[in-house]
């Protein structure tokens, strides 16, 4: 099995799924990849005590949460893509008490995660700060791997996004504008001539918890961040942005692009059970499914699910 450090160097320089090779920009048939979000080690403690400003001083049920989604997932046959991890792996703030130990403990649970399912980080507001600064983002990027990079797997193209930019750059502009550039050529660049199966996003902060246009919350970008976003992925054909943060299922479909909320690894806040999305990628379709942790570990993925992939 892969040791922490290998996992964090694999997301890191971003080798994992083959980014420079051809073969991964041609479609080959239906595939599948595991979403997850917001582990956030310490939260759930912090959360029964109120006091959740605090970086939370026990993790242990998060770090065996952890621990039961890495095996369950191994479980799997066919084995998974690759699992993505939408945000906020820990829940101490930068620079709080227990931030690196939280850090080392989710490094250290994940090991177990078979070589075969390349890991994919995802920047959520507890890694970079509700106000990231370069400071912030470059301690993340040390830490996890680059906050916003684009690879293709099976003939589809994912784009990772840092989606706290969009929510307050005040202190860290100039990165703000650096990936708003980044993604208009990722944007634009999508032509007839290698025009992929299907576009993807994954981000922390979902555009929506229901509907387009919902009020401003904590759980949503805002109203006018979201069109201008909602109305360039739409453009370029994006078929799905799939985030965390909410802590529970959420979403909707609105002109033709799928907004996916996944509730936590870690945490609940509604009456979702911990667990991760099954995600099946056809010629014409993107399927989703969210699995319990226990009835992935006890019944691997959804019978109609395991269909579609022989289709």
């Known amino acids: 099995m892969a040791g922490p450090e290998e996992i964090f160097l694999r997301a890191k320089h971003r080798t994992f799924i083959g980014l420079s090779e051809d073969v991964e920009h ?12 917001d582990p956030q080690l310490g939260l759930m403690k912090a959360w029964r005590e109120g006091d959740c400003k605090g970086g939370g001083d026990e993790w242990t049920e998060e770090v065996e949460l952890t621990k039961q989604a890495v095996e369950a997932m191994n479980q799997l046959r066919p084995r998974p893509r690759f699992m993505v991890l939408c945000g906020d792996l820990v829940h101490a703030m930068p620079g709080a008490p227990f931030r690196e130990d939280q850090e080392r403990d989710l490094k250290t649970a994940l090991k177990g995660t078979d070589p075969s399912i390349p890991l994919v980080f995802v920047s959520g507001n507890h890694d970079l700060g509700n106000t990231p ?30 989606s706290q930019l969009f929510y307050d750059a005040s202190a860290c502009p100039q990165l703000k504008e650096a990936q708003e550039t980044w993604l208009d050529e990722q944007l634009n660049k999508v032509s007839s001539s290698s025009a992929p199966k299907h576009i993807v996003v994954f981000q922390h902060i979902p555009l929506y918890i229901k509907k387009p246009d919902e009020e401003d919350d904590y759980f949503n970008l805002q109203k006018e961040v979201r069109q201008n976003l909602m ?17 529970r299922n959420a979403g909707g479909c609105h002109g033709g692009l799928d907004m996916v909320v996944s509730s936590a690894i ?19 379709r993107v399927v989703h499914r969210y699995h319990s942790l226990e009835r992935m570990r006890t019944g691997g993925m959804d019978e109609d699910l395991q269909k579609l992939l022989q289709s």
């Open 26 to 37: 041609e479609w080959t048939g239906p595939f599948y990849f595991i979403q997850a979000a």
């Open 133 to 162: 600064t370069p400071r912030t983002v470059e301690q993340y990027c040390s830490a996890w791997g680059d906050d916003y990079f684009s690879f293709w797997v099976g003939g589809v193209l994912f784009l990772v996004l840092n």
């Open 231 to 247: 109305d360039r992925f739409k453009r370029a054909g994006v078929k799905a942005v799939f985030s965390g943060h909410y802590h």
């Open 266 to 284: 870690g945490c609940q806040l509604g009456e979702d059970a911990h667990g991760v999305r099954v995600v099946v990628v056809t010629a014409d």
